[in-house]
């Protein structure tokens, strides 16, 4: 038996697809005992009476074809983490998947809500149906991919959007904050027919560092060559607005950017609040860390479709000073209320775990070092008010904001610890680099991907049978002009 573990454990390690990882895994759950664990209803971390009740309620409902009773069932008892189903601890037993009860409990509701979406009943008009499909998926509420800051190591984040858009399972709204703005806008400005293309290690140009001199740093001027990465930008991206990038794509893409005055606030650019913006330029901004890049004017489309200065007056810099991860806006612009964080920025990988829901260390939670963080804040304070240089300034800002943030989400895919990686964050990568950086951020997807996929399966059979009564609308709102008198 332990033999046979161990030879399954190498299969896992050495998986070259997520299928192949999880046939082994499944494999190795088998032979463990976790398959039996999952067959039982009854844990600690989660409310399994209560569940079993809704299950066998909508369940009922359905095979009676009681609408009235099922629509009420959902509409009152759909919440994002009912029962506390969303519990990592649940998922920390088995490598694939978690309890039996909660993967059939979720199959059932997802059935149900297709089934109201696509069929018709008598008392349940299409406008009833409307109205219930998009108030009860708005209070549920979505998911998001939010992609942090990390320089080259951001490299990582291509492969855990290729993993999960493999899986279909990459959410449709994905911020990106400095390196993290370069991925997202990859993803955000090509389609589905040409996403597998491009997220291939050798259609990935990645030439973005030039040194033109350390020397400037302290006289002010910037260390590398801002036309360098510009370059290497418009490589990747589309030449699109964040409006006609959201058309081509459906995926609605939010590029977190800072002021260069330090007295304006940060702007979190998509195509609701800036439909305009040239996300080549958003994304330039994003990465423009103060005193390694000079700071960037965005620029937009204008009424005739011309590129025009935007805001002419105003510089950005560096989206992760102020917000690396946006889930506040995010959650008042989308709904956002569950979040998937590719986390790369050198500063925080550290410090956070590499299992369960990915919370930081014990260590990070002492008095100690709560003391420490509160005493180094006062003396950033201090010296912001003293210092007068803006780019010196904002450096400030940017170390006061590190010991502000919060860096992890509800669910957290992380790279391995490597000291050699630290020596490539400035560092333009070779094809080799990219390939082992996509393969990591593949692998360190996979453990977590049947946890995507359950806490995101009520959200996104939301937004599928919304996007399939949107079209049922629209066709009959064109029935109507078209036999109107």
């Not at 349940?124 to 998911?143: I, R, V």
């Not at 330090?262 to 996300?279: D, E, F």
């Not at 956002?336 to 956070?352: E, W």
Request: charged share 25%; proline share 5%.
């Amino acid at each position: 038996m332990k033999r046979a573990l161990r030879q399954l454990e190498k299969a896992i390690d050495h998986a070259s697809s997520y299928e192949e990882w999880r046939e082994a895994s499944t494999e190795h759950d088998r032979l463990s005992g976790a398959a039996q664990w999952q067959e039982l209803d009854r844990s600690p971390f989660y409310d399994y009476e209560l569940i079993r009740n809704r299950l066998a309620q909508i369940r009922q409902a359905r095979e009676r074809n009681d609408v009235n009773k099922l629509v009420f069932h959902l509409h009152e008892g759909l919440h994002g983490n009912l029962g506390n189903i969303s519990n990592a601890a649940l998922y920390s037993h088995a490598k694939v998947g978690t309890k039996r009860l909660i993967e059939r409990y979720l199959a059932e509701v997802t059935t149900a809500l297709n089934y109201l979406c696509d069929n018709e009943f008598p008392g349940f008009t299409f406008k009833e149906k409307l109205d219930f499909f998009q108030t009860t998926g708005q209070a549920f509420g979505q998911s998001c991919l939010m992609l942090s800051g990390g320089a080259a190591l951001g490299l990582f984040h291509i492969g855990v959007s290729k993993a999960l858009w493999e899986q279909g399972l990459l959410p449709s709204v994905i911020s990106g904050s400095s390196a993290g703005s370069i991925i997202a806008s990859v993803v955000g400005t090509h389609d589905d027919s040409e996403i597998a293309r491009k997220l291939q290690p050798e259609n990935i140009y990645l030439e973005a560092f030039k040194v033109v001199g350390w020397g400037g740093l302290l006289r002010g001027k910037p260390v590398l060559d801002g036309n360098y990465l510009e370059a290497c930008l418009e490589e990747n991206i589309l030449d699109l607005t964040f409006e006609e990038a959201y058309r081509r794509t459906g995926r609605e893409i939010n590029i977190t950017v800072s002021p260069y005055d330090r007295h304006q606030h940060a702007r979190l650019l998509n195509w609701r609040t800036s439909p305009n913006v040239l996300i080549r330029k958003a994304s330039l901004a994003s990465c423009a860390i103060p005193g390694i890049y000079p700071p960037v004017t965005l620029w937009a489309k204008n009424i005739d479709g011309e590129k025009v200065p935007y805001i002419p007056s105003r510089k950005w810099v560096d989206g992760s000073i102020k917000d690396d991860l946006p889930i506040h806006r995010l959650a008042r612009l989308y709904g956002v209320n569950h979040s998937i964080v590719s986390q790369t920025n050198p500063h925080v990988v550290p410090f956070l775990a590499r299992k369960g829901g990915g919370r930081p260390v014990p260590a990070m939670g002492n008095l100690a070092l709560r003391n420490i963080t509160m005493n180094a804040r006062f003396v950033l304070n201090l010296a912001q008010r003293q210092v007068r240089s803006n780019d010196f300034g904002l450096i400030l800002d940017k170390a006061e904001s590190i010991l502000k943030q919060k860096y992890f989400g509800d669910i957290n895919l992380i790279p391995p610890r490597r000291a050699r990686n630290l020596l490539k964050v400035l560092s333009n990568p070779t094809v080799a680099d990219v390939s082992e950086f996509i393969s990591t951020g593949e692998k360190s997807t996979w453990p977590k991907m049947e946890m995507i996929r359950n806490t995101t399966a009520i959200s996104r059979t939301f937004h599928n049978c919304l996007q399939r009564l949107d079209r049922i609308e629209t066709e009959k709102l064109r029935h109507l002009k078209l036999v109107s008198p």
